[in-house]
Structures are given as C-alpha cells and as structure tokens.
C-alpha cells in the first residue's frame, strides 16, 4: 500500500487541477468543431462549376465540330468537282485554240503561197484561165488531219493496168489503204473502168496524175494543164462518182518540162482547193528493164525513220516485180511501228523544193 500510495502522482496535486469526466464532456461540446474551411470550400465548389460548364460546352462543341467537319468534307468534295469540270473545261478550249491556230497558220501558209506564185497583174487582175473549167474544183474536205505517229502512204501512178488487180488483192489482205495517181488515156477502157470502181468501192483514194501523161502538152501552157486535168476529173467522177481532190504532177511538181509555169499552176489548183503530193521514198521502178523485187522493196523502204513516208511505186502493165516486192514493202513498214494511210487534203504535203521566187 505505502509503495502504491508512493507513485500516486495525482494524490498531491491541487483539486482545482482535477477536471471530472463530466466536466471534460461538457468543455468538449462547448470546443466549435473545426471544418473545411470556407474560402477552401468556395474554390472548389467555383472549380466543379466551371467543371461543369467545360463539360456542357464540351459536348455541344464536339457535336457542332462534328457537324461543321461534314459539312467542310462536303464542301471539299464540291470544291474537288468544280476543279476538275474546270480542268476539263481548259483542257477542251486549249484543243479548240490549238484547232484554230492550225487552221489559221494553214490558211496563212495558203495566202503566202499565193503571193509567192500568183502571177496576177499590179492592177489586180487575173489570167483568163482563172474563169475557164468552172466544174474544175475540189470538194471541201471534212475529214481529219492525220497528225503524230509514223505514217506511210503508198501510192501507185500511171494505173489502172493489169496489175492494178494484184495489187488490190494484196492491199486488202493486209487491211492498206493506198492511193492511185490515174491516168486517164490508161482508163478509157471497159477493163480501165472496172478497175477504177473497184479502187473506190475498196476505200482507196484516186488521184489525177493527168489525162494524156504528155509532158510537152500538158507543160506547154496553165490552160493546157487545166484542160488535160479537167478533162480527167470530169472522167473520174463519171466512172465511179468521186471527185477527186489530190493530184500530183506528171514527173513530180519539179521537172524539166514545168519550170515557166509551175508557179502558176500550183497557185491556180490550190485557189481551186487541190493539193498535190510529191514523194520521199521511191521504188525507183520507172526504167527500161524490171528491176528485181528485192532491190525495189530496198528502196520503197528508205523511208522508214521518217515521220511521214510517200513512197512512190507504179501501177503501169510492165511493173510485175514492183507488185512482187509490195508484201515485202507493207510488211517492213509495219515492223518499224508504221500505219498506213491514203492520201486527202488532211495529210500534210510531201513536196520538192523550190527555189524561191523574188
């Protein structure tokens, strides 16, 4: 007990330092409880509302973004549409300019040509024979022009003969389309007649290459040369319905029966919408003795590497081996990437030069 009583350390003290538990609980409740504080309370409270708010706008934003995105993905694609009509458009009008501008750069090349060659008078004018041979004009072509690529033109004068028939048949089994500058005296047979539809039934151009062949005759004078090529136009049509609209001159535009009148012929045929063709490859078949096919499909075939051919054969009764070397020919042309054409006033000319005139 002593030793208990020792270590009571609460048995000294004052009695007024002594609380009961009563009074303890009752100092308690009067202690104000002590919680968030308020500014604490209002930032956050203020926070969760401008939360809120965020949120609100948030979801209306995403729904208006939505929205204007598929409208902006529409516009684009009407915008995308617009561009290509519009290329389109562009593109459509280059090619009419480009059109136009061939058209006037040819119409040009025609007016400077007859200013070089035209032999009208200071006074303006003309020769008699530009009213004789009315009937004596071109038809106006319609077709296209033949332009890009390699092109060869085959062309076969002094026809119809007797080998105008294997010819014909050689042509067509390889799907070629020729021309064939007649002669008219050549053709003033039954025989001539038939061959001559038959070249036009099978879609192959005719061209005038003179009615007589004479070259005193035909050279002598512009009239002359209108009456001989009148006279064989007017046949032509007679026999089989086409008008003609290419010719080409006896021994080629430049030869040593035509240089006093040459000028004025090509500017008179071309006032009356003829054009003529000369060559640039040739079978170099005109001569006394057949030459051997092989040499002439040699020669026919010096033209390939250029852009556009006009090869020269002939259709006369004596040129067998030329029609021999035709296969020979077509099939050279066609591995070296060339298509075949007849000849019309959309083929650019092939022609000899000449020397200028001042």
């Given at each position: 007990m002593?030793?208990i009583a020792?270590?009571?350390t609460?048995?000294g003290?004052?009695?007024e330092?002594?609380?009961?538990l009563?009074?303890?609980e ?7 409880a ?10 956050v409270?203020a926070l969760?509302?401008?939360l809120?708010v965020?949120l609100a706008?948030?979801c ?8 204007n ?7 684009y694609d ?11 458009g ?19 090349d ?7 060659y035209s ?8 020769p008699?024979?530009?009213r ?5 004009y ?12 390699k ?6 004068d ?16 390889y799907?070629?389309?020729?021309t ?5 005296a ?11 539809r ?11 290459h003179?009615w ?10 512009v009239?002359?040369?209108l009456?001989d ?8 049509y007679e ?7 290419v010719?080409r ?13 040459y ?11 003829f ?9 170099q ?38 029609v021999?070397?035709l296969?020979?020919v077509?099939?050279g042309?066609q591995?070296a990437g060339?298509t075949?054409?007849s000849?019309?006033p ?13």
């Open positions: 002593d030793h020792e270590h009571d609460t048995s003290r004052p009695e330092l002594r609380l009961s009563e009074e303890l009752k100092a308690v409740a009067k202690t104000p002590r919680g968030v504080p308020k500014p604490l309370f209002l930032a409270t969760a509302a401008v809120g965020l706008l948030l209306f934003f995403d729904s208006d973004y939505k929205r995105l598929s409208l902006a993905h529409a516009g009407y915008m995308c549409r617009e561009r290509d009509e519009a290329q389109a562009l593109a459509a009008a280059q090619d009419e300019l480009a059109r136009v501008q061939a058209e006037l750069a040819q119409a040009q025609t007016i400077e040509l007859l200013k070089e032999m009208a008078a200071p006074d303006g004018t003309v008699e024979y530009t004789l041979y009315p009937d004596l071109a038809p106006e072509w319609t077709g296209e022009a033949v332009t890009g690529g092109v060869c033109c085959l062309t076969f002094d026809g119809p003969s007797a080998n105008t028939d294997r010819v014909l048949e050689i042509l067509d089994r799907g070629v389309k020729a064939f500058f007649v002669v008219g050549g053709a003033a047979t039954p025989a001539g007649q038939e061959r001559m038959k070249i036009a039934a099978a879609g192959h151009a005719i061209g005038m003179s007589s062949h004479d070259y005193k005759t035909i050279y002598s004078s009239d002359a040369f009456a090529f009148d006279r064989l136009y007017q046949y032509i026999v089989t319905g086409v008008r003609p609209s010719y001159f006896p021994g080629g535009s430049l030869n040593g029966y035509d240089r006093g009148v000028q004025e012929i090509v500017a008179e045929m071309a006032r009356r919408g054009v003529y063709y000369d060559w640039n490859a040739s079978a078949d005109a001569t006394a003795v057949p030459r051997p096919a092989w040499e002439i499909a040699a020669d026919c075939l010096r033209g390939v590497g250029r852009e556009l051919v006009v090869v020269l054969c002939h259709d006369s009764a004596a040129r067998g081996t030329t021999d070397a296969p020979a077509i099939e042309y591995n060339y075949f054409s000849l019309h959309g083929v650019e000319q092939v022609t000899f030069g000449y020397p200028k005139i001042r």
